[in-house]
């Protein structure tokens, strides 16, 4: 769990990370959740009205449902959401993590100025958000977007275990290749088995970027995640390949806010959740925060450091 908390004009006051236990019930995540945020703020807790919270998965419009979270399925549980709302005892914005991604990424980070925009996070799971005129397109049931669960691969292997860390490394195995991390995968002088597992990691990879390619016209899509700092020196190859395919290519690029960019979007849904309760006018949500103090070097200047009052 990553987390930053903010000040009203999205001052980064701290910010960190904190392993989420894998073992807990639905209700026992959500009280180990709202006990770790109120830690955070400890007596300083009152002045917190809003928290927004990333999750792996399908998230529904209304926010009170979410599916296809097999890295987390706890999450699932109808019980997790209303346990979370009921211990945190402030609103609640609920979203997947990569559109809260991309929305951070959009306001503070490599999609500044940029309302036509897509975001693919690479890591535990494939995540992508999309952004057309400035607005994040989120379906009914939270399945725009979800590209990971195409099935593209032998036997209709879902594109998600083709190019995640887990799906490297039970490919790997099945090929009798030995991976200490999934970056092992992208060596420069690869040659045999390995050589081969990245092709087929490249192939599948030009599926997800295709398909955001075609579904919403971006002019940039950032890549975040684990996996996508191994990918830096072939961003420019897989430009190459989707303008050979669709003639014309956004332009690909790695996250700015690193490992935050979610974190940083749910800072943005709880300002606007804020400054709409303070009367602000609903067509200029859209460009607020308007600040820019939310950035990789601030939120580094606080991250780990006890969030005091101010």
């Keep these: 769990m990553r987390y930053i908390v903010s000040d009203l004009l999205a001052n980064p006051i701290a910010a960190g990370e904190i392993v989420t236990p894998r073992d807990l019930g639905a209700t026992q995540l959500a009280h ?12 300083a807790w009152p002045p ?3 928290v927004s919270l990333g999750l792996p998965g399908a998230v529904s419009a209304t926010g009170d449902m979410v599916s296809n979270a097999p890295n987390l399925e706890v999450v699932e549980d109808p019980e997790f959401l209303s346990s979370l709302v009921g211990a945190l005892g402030v609103d609640v914005q609920i979203d997947n993590d990569a559109n809260f991604a991309l929305l951070g990424e959009q306001r503070f980070g490599a999609a500044r100025n940029m309302p036509m925009a897509g975001m693919l996070t690479l890591g535990a799971g494939l995540g992508a958000g999309l952004s057309i005129n400035g607005q994040i397109l989120r379906g009914k049931h939270g399945l725009v977007g979800e590209f990971g669960q195409l099935p593209v691969g032998p036997l209709g292997t879902r594109l998600e275990h083709l190019v995640t860390g887990p799906g490297i490394m039970r490919r790997a195995a ?8 999934p970056a092992d995968l992208f060596t420069d002088d690869a040659v045999g088995s390995v050589a081969a597992l990245r092709t087929h990691f490249d192939h599948a990879l030009l599926i997800v970027l295709t398909a955001i390619a075609v579904s919403s016209e971006p002019e940039v899509i950032v890549l975040g995640g684990g ?6 020196g ?3 190859r897989y430009e190459d ?8 290519a956004p332009r690909l690029t790695l996250a700015e806010l690193g490992d935050y960019s979610g974190a940083a979007g749910a800072i943005v849904s709880s300002l606007q959740a804020v400054y709409s309760k303070l009367g602000v006018d609903a067509l200029a949500l859209a460009d607020l925060p308007a600040a820019h103090s939310l950035n990789a070097q ?7 450091s006890p969030a005091v009052p101010r």
Aim: glycine share 2%; aromatic share 4%; no cysteine.
């Design 32 to 43: 180990w959740v709202a006990e770790e945020l109120r830690r955070l703020r400890a007596d």
């Design 48 to 50: 917190i009205t809003e």
């Design 174 to 181: 099945e090929a009798g290749v030995v991976f200490a991390t």
């Design 227 to 232: 996996i996508s700092n191994s990918l830096l």
């Design 234 to 236: 072939s961003l420019s």
């Design 241 to 248: 390949s989707l303008r050979q395919n669709l003639r014309v």
């Design 298 to 304: 601030t939120i580094a200047a606080v991250h780990n």
